[in-house]
């Protein structure tokens, strides 16, 4: 029989940013925030820090450094690298998702060690493609019973680590943490990297590979830029005020940081049922009511929204197959409003097959069709030839990977990386045969604005 984990009861806050500010300045610090209180489709926020392991992946090869130990390079695919470092499995927690593990991201460019891939896109972002913590401890807030946990593996002592939390007096913590912080960060304007001729012409060349008969939707996405100086952690705390989202997630890192205001789910594992919530479909909000109830229902009955979000549906349903039975598509086309914009999500589930496991589930899906399109390994052959820069981390996915063989994992869209000085953000959106070109140029800014806006309004008149 698996041992437990240990868990005892912390101070529960409505905004998890106090136990973040906690942790901060501990080593490796992690956040997979539901955005509460302003988003309702979230519940728990997971947040963990001093990892005893952390694995890097970078092109063809994985650097894995433990804690006190020179660092070890492997060539083995990432996927089994992160299956050998998973620690001894575990019970799991019957309200509490996290069983300590692994927390971290999988970048879009991952999927060239998954497929094989053209290399035409500049890599000009430094950020690994994978990067995971592995951790013995986690903070875990639950929201919809307003209680917070310390959760830690068996054989670690409780005590003296939630005495070492408590120390660092978290109803003072985010105050402290945003004076101490004070005005360090601030930002230029952002500068969109493709004129609306260029992103026309990709489009219209898009146009032509549906029409010809390569694919049958292709996603398409523009990147923005913009310079920074200070503390990333600033810009994550501002945004999730502004765009408050079920998955978001912040991870600093060596070299910068991501910033993630995710609405979307990937793929979700808990006690054998795997679940993936494709996005499909976005109209913008607006501030007249009647306006905004007229762009809701003129999505929600839209056929080329609907037609867009059943083909990604096709595509996971069988992305699922390949790790389950009993597929089920038991929600489609459903209405989900952000503070920016409306979306159509549906629900596909599975149940995973006996002899399969939450990685085997990642990597027969990754990366998410509804950030490829289908059919997926064509759709990312164009994606490279049309968009200049790789994706970085945008499009690939947060989360994490329990000890008891949950997981729980995001689609990376509504995300900044921080890198070296400059914070990049990425828009985009599906592009199907009735297309029209100045529309999806307008939704492409329509999702993203919102984040550029927000960081320029708080920050860039700061020193």
């Known amino acids: 029989m698996r041992p437990s984990p240990r868990v005892c009861s912390l101070p529960y806050f409505v905004d998890s940013a106090h136990w973040f500010a906690c942790l901060a300045d501990w080593e490796a610090p992690v956040w997979l925030d539901s ?14 820090a001093e990892p005893h392991t952390q694995l890097t992946g970078r092109d063809a090869h994985c650097d894995i450094q433990r804690r006190g130990q020179p660092s070890e390079r492997r060539e083995s695919p990432p996927l089994d690298v992160v299956r050998e470092l998973m620690p001894a499995p575990l019970s799991p927690l019957a309200e509490i998702p996290f069983a300590t593990g692994a927390i971290g991201y999988f970048g879009y ?10 290399e035409q896109a500049a890599a000009d972002i430094t950020l690994p493609d994978l990067w995971l913590g592995f951790y013995d401890w986690a903070v875990v807030q639950d929201h919809q019973t307003a209680q917070a946990y310390l959760v830690t593996r068996p054989e670690q002592d409780i005590e003296p680590l939630r005495a070492r939390l408590l120390a660092r007096e978290p109803e003072k913590a985010l105050e402290n943490f945003l004076e101490e912080t004070g005005n360090r960060f601030n930002i230029n304007a952002f500068k969109a990297e493709l004129s609306a001729y260029s992103y026309h012409k990709k489009l219209n060349r898009i146009l032509d590979y549906i029409h010809a008969g390569d694919c049958y939707q292709i996603n398409l996405a523009q990147r923005f830029h913009a310079d920074y100086q200070g503390n990333p952690a600033r810009a994550f705390l501002a945004l999730r ?9 912040f991870i600093p890192l060596a070299d910068g940081a991501v910033i993630s205001l995710s609405p979307e789910r990937f793929i979700a594992l808990h006690d054998g049922q795997a679940e993936t919530r494709p996005i499909k479909g976005t109209a913008p909000r607006r501030s007249d009511p009647e306006a905004d109830r007229a762009e809701a229902q003129a999505l929600a009955q839209s056929a080329k929204n609907r037609a867009e979000n059943l083909m990604i549906v096709d595509l996971l349903r069988n992305d699922l197959s390949k790790s389950c039975h009993n597929v089920r598509t038991p929600k489609l086309f459903e209405l989900q409003s952000f503070a920016n914009v409306h979306h159509l999500v549906s629900t596909v589930t599975g149940e995973l097959n006996p002899d399969a496991d939450a990685l085997t589930l990642l990597g027969g899906s990754f990366p998410g069709g509804s950030i490829t399109g289908a059919p997926k390994v064509r759709a990312m052959e164009i994606i490279e030839e049309l968009e200049p820069v790789r994706r970085s981390v945008y499009c690939g996915s947060l989360g994490y990977l329990s000890a008891d063989g949950n997981m729980d994992t995001s689609i990376a869209i509504r995300t900044l990386v921080c890198n070296q000085g400059r914070i990049y953000c990425w828009g985009g959106g599906g592009i199907v045969a009735d297309s029209e070109p100045e529309s999806e140029y307008e939704e492409s800014w329509n999702k993203v604005r919102v984040l550029m806006e927000t960081l320029e309004r708080e920050f860039s008149d700061k020193a």
């Open 241 to 249: 005020q502004a765009l408050p989202s079920p998955f978001s997630g």
């Open 109 to 118: 460019d991952l999927a060239r060690r998954l497929e094989r891939l053209p």
């Open 35 to 48: 955005g509460h209180p302003g988003s309702h489709y979230g519940r728990f926020d997971i947040l963990a």
